[in-house]
């Protein structure tokens, strides 16, 4: 194959992943609605469907070449051809297996060249047998899922969209392009609108000239009675033929300002016509560029279903792995928005749906201890309100404990108890969604590490949202999302900082005021500002963005011109030189390179080409912290910490002298043990910070190990960390029962992973 031929091939592959993408999502979508208890009509549609969009994949994948798809799509096609002919009935194992066989479609279809690695090939072999058994109705495809244990699959499938059809109608009132075409047809409509912009201020330069000649002649009509007194000065006889040529300059200066006011006049009518000619062509062509900037925008708005209908299956594989029954409901996903905010919620949605499986739904042994449904509800909500779109995540589970909040937030070192104690409900609710604070028991690949929803907060912040969280204990736990409709124009409020113009989104100014000077009072060196029976903290803008020393409000007038700005539950307040104007503002992007400067969400285009920073409130909010911090002074530390102790016992020794290697290397003081009992023997003897221990060990494994740990009143809250390869369900509630505080498999290992966890814990 030529160069050309490959090019070729790898465009025809683009366009290819783009469309398997639309099918493997309505097979899937397919397989979820199978598992409702529907009419055996609507059954029945759902296995054509399916079988439909399993031969449409086979045929566009055969004609890329990618003939790994190709037989999984016919294996995968015979058994929806068996399920049509009535000679094999859909039980609740096969769609487990069906399930796989469109997930791994899906690896195959994202992968470069679209061929199976080796690992890929043995997964592929069992997944063909498995549907070759399904086809064959073989008792032991049926029975597969029942001898690997209880099924934990939903018993009702998602409240979701409803599998499209193959035959997809109004072809010819579409065509397929590349979003990277449509994005660069935006960008030149939103330069458009920005020359469009300039071209108004245009308006304003001819209002002004005009102005300036209307005064001019104004000036010239309040100048005539003085014009006539020269005029008869002038035109006085003379007196000898010297006053005669004296008198010649003065008369043609009086003749020059008698034609000034005419000239005035006409060029004042002149002006005027050509304002107003301007005017009505700027007011069309204002017009013009709305709605083309409209429609630009129109062509990257995506219904939200496109972004939810990957959460279904992960609901569903979520609560398999932890032996739960959940049913995820999804409304308004018709709903519209532009697709890069679409793009940008697909990593905090998942956090959340995650968090509310894991966190937030019980098993449903304990739910119908507390009288609840065996299956746990969780609801996905979009609505449209007043220009934004809320975006609401909830679930019926056992709610967020206030109390574990607040202790991790001690732990953590935000907080000291008695500070902690005081804080209200909805504050302590609030610190869910800062780093490194969770309420989970036990560190794992899934969860634990405090990460997810200060994740959530940073992603819809940066996206000029606000999220909230509100919990009820035993009820459920509901996280609600505001988020703009589009990021291309947005109301802002224009400033000035010593020279230096910004803008701050109108959305998150709560108020912008002027104070007396002698309002401003310093509490514990901190300057703050009486507000609706609150002290808020008061710092000056160009101080946190230093632009400027730090300097106390002393200097100036006696009212001083601030901003009390908002974002989430937080509010601070922020002096600045002058407040400008408020008006729309267009979003210009910095580029990958400058994807995240400190304090600056992007830019805009002012009159005259000038490019003003757009400013980010909450990284704002977190500078002006710091920088109210470097005002107190510090607290010399009495003396250096000692080196942490760790204790690795683990049987293996490339496992045991790689872990040595990885700790010491961080500096950590680590001894090994061989087994459990050494173990134990040394943690008696010697002075530890921290275990981390294999499970299968001789002698005594880590479970019991862990356990004896435990029960011990020399080290009852030695954080214990657990290294396997066994990573069941079962294995990690045997590690949570046992008391271990992390569970790290393997087969997933990560070094920096390691030490996050074991810097966490000590």
Not at 318 to 337: F, P, Y
Not at 494 to 500: F, G, I, K, N
Not at 511 to 520: A, G, P, Y
Request: proline share 5%.
């Amino acid at each position: 194959m030529d160069m050309r031929e490959s090019d070729f091939l790898g465009k025809l592959r683009a366009t290819f992943r783009i469309e398997a993408e639309e099918h493997l999502q309505a097979i899937s979508s397919g397989l979820l609605e199978l598992e409702k208890a529907i009419p055996d009509e609507r059954r029945q549609e759902l296995v054509e469907n399916i079988f439909r969009e399993a031969h449409s994949l086979k045929g566009a994948a055969r004609s890329v070449n990618l003939m790994a798809v190709v037989t999984l799509c016919q294996a995968l096609e015979s058994v929806f051809s068996a399920f049509k002919r009535r000679a094999v009935s859909v039980l609740p194992a096969h769609l487990d297996l069906l399930h796989e066989t469109v997930e791994s479609l899906s690896q195959l279809v994202k992968s470069a060249e679209g061929e199976p690695q080796p690992s890929d090939e043995g997964r592929a072999a069992q997944l063909l047998e498995g549907l070759q058994e399904i086809r064959q109705g073989s008792p032991r495809a049926a029975g597969r899922e029942k001898s690997a244990g209880p099924a934990a699959a939903p018993r009702q499938a998602p409240e979701g969209p409803t599998p499209p059809s193959s035959e997809k109608g109004g072809a010819a009132d579409t065509v397929r392009i590349r979003i990277a075409r449509l994005d660069s047809l935006f960008l030149q409509a939103q330069e458009a609108l920005a020359a469009g912009l300039n071209a108004r201020r245009q308006v304003v330069v001819w209002r002004d000239i005009l102005a300036e000649v209307v005064a001019g002649r104004r000036r010239l009509r309040e100048l005539n009675p003085d014009l006539q007194a020269l005029r008869r000065n002038l035109e006085a006889p003379a007196t000898s033929p010297r006053d005669a040529r004296r008198a010649l300059p003065g008369q043609r200066v009086l003749e020059y300002l008698s034609g000034q006011g005419d000239f005035l006049k006409s060029l004042e009518s002149r002006l005027r016509s050509a304002a107003r000619m301007v005017e009505l062509d700027q007011d069309e062509l204002d017009s013009t560029l709305k709605t083309l900037l409209e429609e630009a925008k129109q062509t990257l708005m995506l219904p939200c279903s496109g972004l939810l209908g990957i959460f279904p299956p992960l609901a569903r594989s979520l609560a398999r792995e932890q032996g739960k029954d959940v049913r995820l409901a999804i409304q308004g996903e018709d709903i519209e928005i532009d697709k890069r905010i679409l793009e940008e919620l697909k990593d905090p949605l998942t956090h959340i749906v995650r968090n509310s499986i894991d966190h937030g739904i019980e098993k449903p042994e304990l739910r119908q201890r507390t009288r609840k449904p065996a299956v746990g509800t969780v609801t996905i909500l979009l609505a449209q309100r007043n220009g934004k779109i809320e975006l609401t995540v909830s679930d019926d589970g056992a709610g967020i404990d206030v109390e574990k909040v607040r202790a991790a937030a001690v732990k953590h070192g935000l907080f000291t108890p008695e500070e902690a104690a005081q804080l209200d409900g909805h504050r302590a609710l609030d610190l869910v969604f800062e780093s490194g604070i969770s309420t989970s028991p036990m560190i794992t690949d899934l969860s634990g590490r405090g990460l997810g929803l200060a994740i959530v907060r940073e992603k819809v912040e940066r996206l000029g949202g606000i999220v909230t969280v509100e919990s009820r204990p035993e009820v459920g736990t509901t996280l609600r999302l505001v988020l703009p409709v589009t990021l291309a124009t947005f109301r802002g409020v224009l400033l000035r900082v010593t020279d230096q113009h910004f803008v701050i989104p109108t959305a998150q100014v709560e108020r912008v005021l002027r104070m007396e000077r002698k309002e401003i009072k310093t509490v514990e060196n901190q300057e703050t500002i009486p507000l609706d029976g609150q002290a808020v903290s008061l710092v000056r803008l160009g101080e946190v963005l230093e632009l400027a020393p730090r300097t106390r409000l002393e200097t100036g007038g006696e009212q001083v011109t601030m901003m009390v700005l908002r974002s989430g539950e937080k509010r601070i307040a922020v002096a600045v030189e002058e407040v400008l104007s408020e008006q729309e503002v267009l979003v210009k992007s910095l580029g990958k390179q400058l994807a995240r400067v400190r304090n600056i969400a992007g830019a805009t285009v002012l009159g005259a080409g000038r490019v003003v920073p757009i400013l980010n409130v909450p990284d704002l909010m977190k500078s002006a912290i710091k920088v109210r911090a470097a005002a107190v002074p510090a607290v010399v530390a009495a003396e250096i910490p000692a080196r942490r102790a760790v204790l690795v016992a683990e049987d293996s020794i490339t496992a045991r002298t790689l872990l040595k290697n990885i700790l010491e290397s961080a500096g950590y003081d680590v001894k090994t043990a061989v087994d459990g009992t050494e173990a134990l023997t040394m943690l008696k003897s010697e002075r530890f910070d921290l275990l981390v221990s294999d499970i299968d060990m001789p002698r005594m494994n880590g479970f019991e190990l862990t356990a004896k740990v435990r029960a011990d009143k020399k080290f009852p809250e030695l954080p214990v960390v657990l290294v396997t390869a066994l990573e069941s369900r079962e294995d990690r509630e045997r590690g949570i029962e046992a008391g271990a505080n992390a569970y790290i498999v393997k087969s997933n290992f990560d070094q920096s992973d390691l030490l996050s966890v074991i810097n966490r814990l000590i």
